[in-house]
T-cell receptor, first 116, second 116 residues
Framework: AQKITQTQPGMFVQEKEAVTLDCTYD???????LFWYKQPSSGEMIFLIY??????QNATEGRYSLNFQKARKSANLVISASQLGDSAMYFC?????????????FGSGTRLQVQP | DGGITQSPKYLFRKEGQNVTLSCEQN?????MYWYRQDPGQGLRLIYY???????QKGDIAEGYSVSREKKESFPLTVTSAQKNPTAFYLC???????????????FGQGTRLTVV
């Protein structure tokens, strides 16, 4: 079975500073994908970044980067130069190589608040 | 514009009633999913469908039913057997084939269901 753990229920960061949101995962699958989503107060889920288990380099998308440490089974999201609009819930999720099930497994989320 | 449309945005249900949540996508995606989100928690998988006329139970399928008669549509019925249906429901779709881990899920805006 897969499991995603996000141990930070809430985080505060000053505007323009960087912040790291933690994510650890557990899976017996040799091949998997890791995702981060942002959920603003309006409720929609916004895709931020993806990391494949066999990708050699850490993924980056603009101000978002994923610190992937495979041996530690961690996939932390780093947001650089935080903006007020970054205030939201952030979810880490994982896809499986199990062809019988293709849905994402989500963590419990981290609420990020960016302070001016 | 391509996307996923969920309706209604807000839904109120009386005890003992069945209600149906609509999910329509024009992204030509094969796979569709229903998730439930409780306050302060992550998303849990209710049902998913990889192809028309086929669907599978997720982790919390009891008290729910779905159909997939058309590629574009994946309605979710919350039956009276669901003891605690008050939650935020999100529909998603993905384009990736079963052998691919990549390919983010696109989400609808969600339906907030309240039992009165």
């Amino acid at each position: 079975a897969q499991k995603i753990t996000q141990t930070q229920p809430g985080m505060f960061v000053q505007e323009k500073e960087a912040v790291t949101l933690d994510c650890t995962y557990d899976t017996s699958d040799p091949s998997y994908g890791l995702f981060w989503y942002k959920q603003p107060s309006s409720g929609e889920m916004i895709f931020l970044i993806y990391q494949g288990s066999y990708d050699q380099q850490n993924a980056t998308e603009g101000r978002y980067s994923l610190n992937f440490q495979k041996a530690r089974k961690s996939a932390n999201l780093v947001i650089s130069a935080s903006q007020l609009g970054d205030s939201a819930m952030y979810f880490c999720a994982m896809s499986s190589s199990d062809t019988g099930r293709r849905a994402l497994t989500f963590g419990s989320g981290t609420r990020l608040q960016v302070q001016p | 514009d391509g996307g996923i449309t969920q309706s209604p945005k807000y839904l109120f249900r009386k005890e003992g009633q069945n209600v149906t949540l609509s999910c329509e996508q024009n992204l030509n995606h094969d796979a569709m999913y229903w998730y439930r989100q409780d306050p302060g928690q992550g998303l849990r998988l209710i049902y998913y469908s990889q192809i028309v006329n086929d669907f599978q139970k997720g982790d919390i399928a009891e008290g729910y039913s779905v159909s997939r008669e058309k590629k574009e549509s994946f309605p979710l019925t919350v039956t009276s057997a669901q003891k605690n249906p008050t939650a935020f429901y999100l529909c998603a779709s993905t384009s990736r084939p079963p052998t691919s881990l990549r390919g983010e899920a696109f989400f609808g805006q969600g339906t907030r269901l309240t039992v009165v």
